[in-house]
T-cell receptor
Framework: EAGVVQSPRYKIIEKKQPVAFWCNPI?????LYWYLQNLGQGPELLIR????????DSQLPKDRFSAERLKGVDSTLKIQPAELGDSAVYLC???????????FGPGTRLTVL | AQSVTQPDIHITVSEGASLELRCNYS??????LFWYVQSPGQGLQLLLK??????LVQGIKGFEAEFKRSQSSFNLRKPSVHWSDAAEYFC??????????FGQGTTLQVKP
């Protein structure tokens, strides 16, 4: 069974540019999460989806970040415009339901110059 | 507010020695507790979890953890560390809404 797939694995952009990350969860998993992991820190939840509905986006900086999960499967996280402080690893995770084990993808490492 | 504290940022042990990684949590209700491991460039892998029942939980790769409600702790242990265990370890508490709160992690270095 394939795990959570994320792309790209690495992205380098200049500040003020837009960037997008893509996540394909494990087949059949209804719940999808985006986490932000700063260097030397644990992951922090940005947004959680139940199918196509964002049920917890309280930590998502909505002035520059947006996310979508069309058809309740794949998801895209976008930053526009990117700032230097956005340099981090963006992790996607999925679970069967909200109270089940979360499976993590390898992450996208973003560097903003 | 929910929080997780991992007091040790970095730990070095010799191969074959025992290991204990500390985790303390703050949560108002009965917590769901997790330990994840992250190798460089990899995603997080679940080692073990505690939801209820037996307070000594067995996980993968020979790890175990003990939930102690009186101490608000969920320490991870392994009797004999292998070089391949070198990684970053995260303790997390899960709320009844599915949100995971992670500690800042403990980096394990294994000496040959």
């Amino acid at each position: 069974e394939a795990g959570v797939v994320q792309s790209p694995r690495y992205k380098i952009i200049e500040k003020k540019q837009p960037v997008a990350f893509w996540c394909n969860p494990i087949s059949g998993h209804n719940t999808l999460y985006w986490y932000l992991q700063n260097l030397g820190q644990g992951p922090e939840l940005l947004i959680r989806y139940e199918n196509e509905e964002a049920v917890d986006d309280s930590q998502l900086p909505k002035d520059r970040f947006s996310a979508e999960r069309l058809k309740g499967v794949d998801s895209t996280l976008k930053i526009q415009p990117a700032e230097l402080g956005d340099s981090a690893v963006y992790l996607c995770a999925s679970s069967l339901e909200w109270d089940n084990e979360q499976f993590f993808g390898p992450g996208t490492r973003l560097t903003v110059l | 507010a929910q929080s997780v504290t991992q007091p040790d940022i970095h730990i070095t042990v010799s191969e074959g020695a025992s290991l204990e990684l500390r985790c303390n949590y703050s949560y108002g209700a009965t917590p769901y507790l997790f330990w994840y491991v992250q190798s460089p460039g990899q995603g997080l892998q679940l080692l073990l979890k505690y939801f209820s029942g037996d307070t000594l939980v067995q996980g993968i790769k020979g790890f175990e953890a003990e939930f102690k409600r009186s101490q608000s702790s969920f320490n991870l242990r392994k009797p004999s560390v292998h070089w391949s265990d070198a990684a970053e370890y995260f303790c997390a508490v899960g709320s009844n809404t599915g949100k995971l709160i992670f500690g800042q992690g403990t980096t394990l270095q294994v000496k040959p």
